[in-house]
């Protein structure tokens, strides 16, 4: 049975129903629907959810971990690594606009058809790679269609599917970076241990090639209207639709960047870095990556939270306020030395992160709408690749030196001050053009 959305629902109240949601049978009454969202969307939601998953293998923090290994055997310092780093990502994030400008003009389940098995190859590569060269192609591969490609499937198709209820799907998808975050650091340490680093990889390759592509082309493959059992976003939560010509010439587009790049830039230095952390304070190889489950446990809850304050207020009044957390993490991290210091600095960290997936996958759609959301969408990825490009080689230049990562730290926690403040310019900027 088609679901349509109700539009005449009183402010306090649920859809097809007298109870009010603040009162305990409104609240009980919310629960269900909410359970009712996911059992009716449980396809587009759940692939949603794997495609942030599988975007792993080309994230920071699964390549980081295998950063100490890439040193010895290519012979790199901290700098000449995250050099290399930079470059291929840099290279990733040009060539993503264009790849991602294709959810514009074909079907989601044709882009993530050859999207997998690039990814997949990617790891195959860094797994026998012997040279300089071929490492920067794989890389480069690695970030163009792992942190890219994958994220921008998954936020540009579920804004598209989700108009009313986008805060709520975001949360709903988003733990999959989080199970990710979770999971494969302690499963990639324990395997590298028993069979080295590079069958990592090639195992990596198989998961993709024998699981992840036949089951989210099989999900994708059937397409979803924006319906919902939910009430609508208030209209004030929605934009006109830009273009992709005109969201470039917009000066607030680069006000938002100014704020919005800083968690990608600052969580993908720590986490490349994270061996040469590790090294600095004298700590086990493992506490570093058995404090990964604490940021994603608190990623998720703090996700959804996020995800409901966005359905209820608009991402815009969230915007100015989602960066305390990561200030908080990055002073804890670089002033607390002790081993506890790490878990402290994961827990704020995921409290940053549950904020940050879900508010920036609706902030766009709720600025520049969802008519050309591929092709605006990659724009922001891709500006998010570069800041993670410039993030692992600025810091590693710095290391080397004499500039250490906690310094640096402190340094990222006032620049998260800062932009709290041009972010707040910035929404009262949007707000009042959304009124005119």
Not at 125 to 133: A, E, F, N, R, S
Not at 147 to 174: D, K, L, P, S
Not at 286 to 301: D, G, I
Not at 339 to 357: C, D, E, H, K, R
């Amino acid at each position: 049975m088609e679901l349509k959305f109700q539009h005449d629902v009183p402010e306090g109240r649920l859809p097809c129903s007298n109870f009010r949601t603040d009162t305990p049978q409104g609240r009980a009454m919310t629960l269900g629907t909410e359970l009712a969202f996911i059992r009716e969307n449980r396809r587009w939601l759940g692939a949603g959810f794997l495609l942030t998953l599988f975007s792993s293998f080309g994230q920071t923090f699964f390549i980081g971990l295998f950063g100490n290994d890439l040193r010895r055997d290519f012979g790199l310092t901290a700098g000449g690594f995250g050099a290399i780093y930079m470059v291929a990502t840099l290279l990733s994030a040009a060539s993503l606009p264009w790849l991602g400008r294709t959810l514009d003009l074909i079907s989601g389940w044709k882009v993530t058809a050859f999207t997998i098995p690039a990814l997949a190859l990617a790891c195959l590569l860094i797994g026998t790679v012997q040279g300089i060269v071929g490492l920067t192609i794989a890389l480069f591969m690695l970030r163009l269609f792992g942190q890219g490609m994958m994220t921008e499937i998954a936020f540009t198709e579920v804004g598209r599917w989700f108009e009313a209820n986008r805060g709520h799907a975001m949360a709903i998808i988003t733990p999959g970076f989080q199970i990710g975050n979770a999971v494969l650091p302690v499963v990639a340490v324990w395997l590298a241990a028993l069979v080295g680093w590079r069958d990592v990889w090639l195992a990596s390759a198989l998961l993709l090639a024998i699981v992840a592509w036949p089951m989210l082309v099989g999900l994708l493959r059937v397409e979803r209207a924006p319906v919902t059992t939910m009430a609508p976003q208030p209209q004030s939560h929605r934009a006109k639709d830009w273009t992709r010509a005109e969201v470039l010439r917009d000066p607030v587009l680069y006000i938002l960047l100014a704020g919005t790049l800083a968690p990608p830039f600052i969580g993908t230095t720590i986490f490349f870095h994270q061996g040469y952390l590790v090294e600095l304070r004298g700590y086990d190889p493992l506490v570093f990556a058995s404090a990964f489950p604490v940021m994603a446990v608190t990623t998720v809850f703090f996700g959804f939270v996020c995800g409901y304050l966005v359905d209820r207020f608009g991402a815009l009044r969230i915007l100015p306020f989602f960066l305390l957390p990561l200030a908080l993490a990055s002073i804890a991290g670089g002033l607390v030395t002790p081993a506890w210091g790490i878990y402290l600095f994961m827990l704020l960290l995921g409290v940053s992160n549950g904020f940050t997936q879900t508010l920036l996958g609706a902030l766009w759609p709720e600025v520049y709408g969802t008519a050309n959301l591929g092709g605006i969408r990659a724009i922001t990825v891709s500006a998010m690749v570069f800041a993670t490009a410039l993030g692992p080689g600025i810091s590693g230049a710095l290391i080397d030196r004499g500039i250490d990562l906690p310094v640096q730290m402190i340094w990222m926690g006032i620049w998260c001050l800062a932009a709290c403040a041009v972010l707040t310019s910035a929404a009262s900027r949007i707000r009042k053009r959304k009124a005119a």
